[in-house]
């Protein structure tokens, strides 16, 4: 039985996610922030880890027991006040993460799913770390998946973030995203744009982990419905 470590279990997408997996028959090592966990249902979960992801002998305890990572830590500009910035939530992570999935013995390289966002580039900003992010996933020599959905809504997904805040797509966006579909050559765009549910986004993931592919990939929207509906 494969075991996954979730980084950014008490999200809008991780809190969705963990049961998923759990329903599909994978052992599951939340991961969750020592301020977060009185607060949150899986900070009581047993198998959690409590810590921050730069304390090192705990991360590396949990990935010795973990077959495959997937990072879902993140922020936003709101949280900003409270001392996040990008380069600390959604960068630096990461880099905690690969480093201690390389350095921990395994029989095989464990599997790494990191979702980011559409649009990611080289640059400044949000979508600058975020691609800072996935070029250490991109060099680091492990197995791969690069996750990046438009946007997301969490809003009936059952998610349970931490923070208490739904990720919730602007109004009328879909439909108009949606519409785009209908004109001919443009409905694979339309999926990359497109509002994504949590739950299917979740799908998705549970399928990329259960199939072990694909690999070395960066996937869009259009990939991940697919992967949500096989």
């Known amino acids: 039985m494969t075991t996954v470590l979730v980084a950014g279990s008490t999200g809008a997408v991780g809190s969705a996610l963990v ?16 301020k977060t966990a009185e607060r949150h249902p899986l900070g009581k979960d047993p198998a959690a880890l409590i810590c921050d992801l730069s304390d090192a002998p705990k991360l590396d305890a949990a990935m010795s027991r973990a077959q495959a990572v997937v990072c ?83 809003t009936h997904s059952g998610s349970q973030p931490s923070d208490g805040a739904q990720r919730k797509p602007p109004p009328l966006v879909d439909g108009a995203l949606r519409l785009i579909g209908a004109v001919p050559g443009l409905r694979g765009f339309s999926d990359d744009v497109r509002v994504m549910p949590v ?3 979740c799908r998705a993931i549970v399928r990329i982990l259960h199939d072990r592919a694909p690999s070395a990939s960066t996937l869009t929207g259009r990939q991940l419905w697919q992967a949500a509906t096989l």
Request: proline letters at 9%; charged letters at 25%; aromatic letters at 10%.
């Open 199 to 201: 739950e299917v986004l």
């Open 72 to 154: 879902l830590v993140g922020t936003m500009r709101r949280r900003f006040a409270a001392g996040d910035t990008y380069e600390s939530s959604d960068y630096q992570p990461v880099v905690d993460l690969v480093a201690s999935a390389k350095r921990v013995a395994a029989p095989e390289p464990r599997r790494f799913v990191l979702l980011t966002a559409l649009g990611a580039r080289p640059g400044g900003g949000y979508l600058g770390w975020k691609y800072k992010a996935e070029e250490v996933v991109r060099q680091s020599g492990l197995p791969y998946a690069i996750l990046r959905p438009s946007f997301l809504d969490s």
């Open 19 to 34: 049961p998923q997996l759990k329903s599909a028959g994978f052992d599951v090592i939340p991961h969750v922030r020592p």
